[in-house]
């Protein structure tokens, strides 16, 4: 009897023990495929960003629909070498109309875009576009593909990246902020 209770007593140590000290709230994800949870709900672009306090973020805002995004998901190997083993995460925010989750979701799994998603629902369009907006030909809006680097305190430091394909350039504006 006296054994089990040590064996009881050691496995509850064991599990507190690796509960202890992890400054994020996620994951890294340079390998797989994530959604980040209850994205249905956000409302805010802070609302994506906060689980990821304590990372520097690199943000994509694309659509399926978007040639011009898509032509950079081919420099994605590039970006995804220079941030392993470094404190980047990519985090995914589709533009595509409500309804198109399905879509989306195919997309993402067939072109294997290993990082974190959200589907951009109207409310996080409209925070982002408040935030992010960029004239074009006399309009305010946002332009797809427009990528977005999160420091380490959640602060916004560049609404204006470069993209992938811009390599070097990309590289050396993350490497700010490690």
Known sequence: MKFFKLLALASISIILLSCRGSESKVMSAHNSINYLDNYENFRS??????????????????????????RQFTYKEGLKSYIKNKDVELVYLSYDRPGQE?????????????????????????????????????????????????????????????????????????????
Not at 51 to 57: D, E, I, S, T
């Open 45 to 70: 672009f802070q609302e994506v960003i906060e689980p990821f306090r304590g990372k520097v973020l690199y943000v994509d805002l694309w659509a399926t629909w978007c040639g011009p995004c898509k």
């Open 102 to 178: 399905d879509k989306w979701k195919s997309f993402i799994n067939q072109n294997n875009l290993t990082g974190f998603h959200a589907f951009a629902y109207p409310p996080i369009q409209n925070d982002i576009r408040e935030k992010f907006a960029r004239v074009s030909n006399g309009r305010k809006g946002i332009l797809l593909p427009t990528y977005i680097i999160v420091d380490r305190s959640g602060k916004v430091v560049n609404k204006n990246a470069p993209r992938p394909s811009s390599g070097d350039q990309l590289y050396q504006e993350l490497a700010k902020y490690l």
